[in-house]
T-cell receptor, first 115, second 113 residues
Framework: EAGVAQSPRYKIIEKRQSVAFWCNPI?????LYWYQQILGQGPKLLIQ????????DSQLPKDRFSAERLKGVDSTLKIQPAKLEDSAVYLC?????????????FGPGTRLTVT | TQLLEQSPQFLSIQEGENLTVYCNSS?????LQWYRQEPGEGPVLLVT?????EVKKLKRLTFQFGDARKDSSLHITAAQPGDTGLYLC?????????????FGTGTRLTIIP
């Protein structure tokens, strides 16, 4: 079974530039998550999708971050404009459903460096 | 505000020793998961516990969910270099009809051969 795919794996941009990350979840997984993980810390949920609808985006900085999941499969996360504090690993995860006790399968992440 | 505090934050021990990592909160969780993350990879689920007082064993790893479902511990017996990684606890709670998973602060474990 193919895992969660993310691209790119690494990205370096200057502040005020824009960047986009792509995620392809495990086939059949209805729930998709985007997390931000600052170096050495636990992941922080940015946004959760159920199929192509947003379930929770309470911690998404909506003035600069946006995400979409068209057709309920792939998803993109965009940052525009980027700030220095956005330097982090952005993880995508998917699961069969919304229950917190379900296993979340994570991709390898995209390491973003903002200079 | 970080709901789940893990301790210690860093732990470096010799191969063969035993260790315990703690995950504490003032909030009640409906479920508690432990993940392990290696450099350059995403977290991988180790175990899910859902009942207060529940104990689960996975080879040399023993997981316990507190009776009040506010805390958890992970005990590793006879640690091996392959146990090195970032250990994350994650608590599940209902949030306006949706169940949300909140990750802890993490414990970075290094096993020295």
């Amino acid at each position: 079974e193919a895992g969660v795919a993310q691209s790119p794996r690494y990205k370096i941009i200057e502040k005020r530039q824009s960047v986009a990350f792509w995620c392809n979840p495990i086939s059949g997984h209805a729930t998709l998550y985007w997390y931000q993980q600052i170096l050495g810390q636990g992941p922080k949920l940015l946004i959760q999708f159920q199929n192509n609808g947003v379930v929770d985006d309470s911690q998404l900085p909506k003035d600069r971050f946006s995400a979409e999941r068209l057709k309920g499969v792939d998803s993109t996360l965009k940052i525009q404009p980027a700030k220095l504090e956005d330097s982090a690993v952005y993880l995508c995860a998917s699961s069969l459903g919304q229950r917190a006790s379900y296993e979340q399968y994570f991709g390898p992440g995209t390491r973003l460096t903002v200079t | 505000t970080q709901l789940l505090e893990q301790s210690p934050q860093f732990l470096s021990i010799q191969e063969g020793e035993n260790l315990t990592v703690y995950c504490n909160s003032s909030s009640v969780f409906s479920s508690l998961q432990w993940y392990r993350q290696e450099p350059g990879e995403g977290p991988v689920l180790l175990v899910t516990v859902v009942t207060g007082g529940e104990v689960k064993k996975l080879k040399r790893l023993t997981f316990q969910f507190g009776d009040a479902r506010k805390d958890s511990s992970l005990h590793i017996t006879a640690a091996q270099p392959g146990d090195t990684g970032l250990y994350l606890c994650a608590g599940g709670r209902s949030n306006f009809g949706n169940e949300k998973l909140t990750f802890g602060t993490g414990t970075r474990l290094t096993i020295i051969p």
